[in-house]
């Protein structure tokens, strides 16, 4: 009887026990309070075209780099997430690119017949990203809204030792590049890639370099694109609990005893968030706590 309120003593010889809900536990009523997510909160989905000579490492600023030489490409393609973007996933990726005029496309999970492993150092505050044995798949970095600077967070390691493609969630660090590839494990799942507080960003592109190794570049010899299908999951909105402080039964007391059952409403619960204050949907209504008596 956690929580509630018990007026069994007004009425000792019927027996009669009067339950109030557990006011106090209201949050336990989640499942009625707060699976009507706001509509305004609906998925949003888009598809985007990602051209080979994308440069990840191009995020956030106004030319992207090539340090190793080799072309620098062309900037990432960015999408604006809204501010209660929680998480993104890839439905479809599809399409081919070469890294190398032309010869031996690969699809978005990068190719293998070519031998080349990626190893690509940071570069303007961008994080590198390895992945033994895998190259010129399609790579993201979430940003906030200002350009990219100073240390880059660690390179992520999507190799055999590594996270490997496998993973079902991944929550990248902001200016952290990370494989996509088709947005699906092996085994067909699709991947949940979380928003990191603050990003207001996603690019995509691709991590390019001469043999996928050290400083990133030799993008303008690459072909084709990824043609990318997302949906950005919302958050659900914040949760407060409601406010009991004012809680009274509109009954002050049951007297006298007579065999019969009282309705007794408890009045004054109110809920910052306007969710309606009642539980189990038996019955309750909204600005009214739930009442239960037997
Ligand atoms: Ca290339
Ligand atoms: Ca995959």
Known sequence: MKGGLVVSALCPLLGFILLVGLLSHSR????????????????????????????????GHATPPAPGGGGAGLLPVVIDLPSNAAAVKFLAVSGEVSCC?????????????????????????????????????????????????????????????????????????????????????????????????????????????????????????????????????PGLPPNHDPDCNAAAADLPELWPPNHRFVPVTILGVTDPDGDPVDDLGDGGQAGRADQRWR
């Open 28 to 59: 336990a009523n989640a499942g009625s309070i707060t699976n009507g997510v706001d509509p305004a909160l609906s998925k949003a989905s888009a598809s985007v075209q990602v051209d080979g000579r994308s440069n990840v490492f191009g995020a």
């Open 101 to 233: 005029g032309g010869a031996d496309p690969n699809g978005p999970d990068g190719g293998t017949v070519r031998g080349y492993s990626t190893n690509l150092f940071s570069v303007g505050g961008i994080s590198g990203i390895q992945f033994q044995g895998r190259y010129q798949f399609l790579t993201g970095v979430f940003l906030d809204a200002g350009e990219p600077g100073g240390a880059a967070p660690n390179s992520l390691d999507f190799g055999p030792s590594g996270l490997t493609d496998s993973f079902t969630e991944l929550s990248p660090e902001l200016r952290q590049t990370f494989f996509i590839g088709d947005g699906h494990t092996p085994s067909a799942d699709v991947q949940t890639f979380h928003v990191p507080a603050g990003a207001t960003r996603l690019f995509l592109g691709l991590a390019d370099g001469l043999g996928f190794i050290g400083e990133t570049g030799y993008y303008d010899d690459n072909t084709g694109f990824f043609a990318v299908d997302f949906e950005i999951v």
